[in-house]
């Protein structure tokens, strides 16, 4: 037996009871950021006298990439579902509200694989990016 629920109550938006999954997300990464986030300001400190080499030395570490890839794929997550809820609040149009969330997915999908691509360069030692490629 399906339950119909009224949208509305007294001209008032009613829950769909959905959103309670988001929040939790949205706690979740916002609770595990805040140790990265120690981690991060107490290693840009180790870093700051260390000079190139120091920061090459420091991303050979495999704690310190994996903390580092983790670190920006959470923030990206939490990028991301920042973003929605602030589409879903604004952008009252479905197709409209549909292509943006599409393009936010997307951009964040290719900020989340270049960074990692880049991360895992350098702890393996090689240049961020191909010798001749830029300026």
């Known amino acids: 037996m399906s339950r119909a629920t009224k949208a509305f109550v007294n001209g008032v938006k009613i829950s769909e009871r959905h959103g309670a999954g ?6 979740l990464s916002s609770l595990i950021l805040v140790p990265l986030t120690l981690w991060g300001l107490w290693s840009g400190f180790v870093l700051s006298g260390g000079g190139y080499d120091g920061a090459r030395d420091w991303f050979t570490s495999p704690v310190n990439a994996v903390l580092l890839a ?16 602030i589409v879903d609040d ?3 149009k ?4 549909t292509a943006i969330l599409g393009l936010i997915g997307l951009l964040c999908l290719v900020i989340a694989a270049a960074g990692v691509f880049f991360i895992v360069r350098l702890a393996l030692g090689s240049a961020p990016l191909p010798a001749g490629f830029g300026i």
């Open 70 to 85: 983790v670190t920006l794929l959470v923030s990206v997550w939490h990028m991301n579902m920042g973003l929605k809820v």
């Open 22 to 27: 988001e929040w939790t997300a949205e706690r």
């Open 90 to 92: 604004y952008i009252h």
């Open 94 to 97: 479905p197709e409209s509200r």
